[in-house]
Antibody, heavy 118, light 107 residues
Framework: EVQLLESGGGLVQPGGSLRLSCEAS????????MIWVRQAPGKGLEWVSR???????HYGDSVRGRFTISRDNSKNTLYLQMNSLGVEDTATYYC????????????WGQGTLVTVSS | DIQMTQSPSTLSASIGDRITITCRAS??????LAWYQQKPGKAPKLLIY???NLQGGVPSRFSGSGSGTEFTLTISSLQPDDFVTYYC?????????FGGGTKVEIK
């Protein structure tokens, strides 16, 4: 059974940094593109970033230049380094696996909450 | 960036009703369109990929159609578990984008 477990969320002051992790199990992690999606409280889904199997990366407009996605295949772990955080980054952050054939996001973690507040 | 516009934002319906949710893309996305269901406090769940393909385990009352810029999600007979929120998402081009969501409420 595929499991994705996010961690690293919490309270951070505006301008601060945080690194999220997403540990994967039950799959050959290196074989899959991975993504981060976030959801502000009471709001819709926002795609944040994607990293493919050869480490190419893409970012949403609102985070480009501040967030960095990475992966460590030896640890089956996906990361999201978040810098220069603002209150608008307050959200639950989900990691998800991209299905290689369909390109849909077919497995999701439970999410980790990031709160940016002074 | 490709904008995805979902309508309606809220839909009131009864158990057994047939409903349709529409998603319009600001430019042609071929058939690179997925639908997700999200229950309160839970992660989204993939329902349909590439416009009309049902993800494994998804009931057949869900169906998708469309092409180009206009797409629909249809639920043929609403069940109690279906009164939640649905999102469309394009994966034709980066940045990937979601629609604003449709909340299906009990009438």
């Amino acid at each position: 059974e595929v499991q994705l477990l996010e961690s690293g969320g919490g309270l951070v002051q505006p301008g601060g940094s945080l690194r999220l992790s997403c540990e994967a199990s039950g799959l050959i992690f290196s074989n899959y593109d991975m993504i981060w999606v976030r959801q502000a409280p009471g709001k819709g889904l926002e795609w944040v970033s994607r990293i493919d199997t050869v480490f190419n990366t893409h970012y949403g407009d609102s985070v480009r230049g501040r967030f960095t996605i990475s992966r460590d295949n030896s640890k089956n772990t996906l990361y999201l380094q978040m810098n220069s955080l603002g209150v608008e980054d307050t959200a639950t952050y989900y990691c998800a696996k991209v299905n290689s054939a369909t390109r849909g996001f077919d497995q999701w973690g439970q999410g980790t909450l990031v709160t940016v507040s002074s | 960036d490709i904008q995805m516009t979902q309508s309606p934002s809220t839909l009131s319906a009864s158990i057994g009703d047939r409903i349709t949710i529409t998603c319009r893309a600001s430019q042609r996305i071929s058939d690179w369109l997925a639908w997700y269901q999200q229950k309160p406090g839970k992660a989204p769940k993939l329902l349909i990929y590439k416009t009309f393909n049902l993800q494994g385990g998804v009931p057949s009352r869900f169906s998708g159609s469309g092409s180009g810029t206009e797409f629909t999600l249809t639920i043929s007979s609403l069940q109690p578990d279906d009164f939640v929120t649905y999102y469309c998402q394009q994966y034709h081009d980066f940045p990937l984008t979601f629609g604003g969501g449709t909340k299906v409420e009990i009438k």
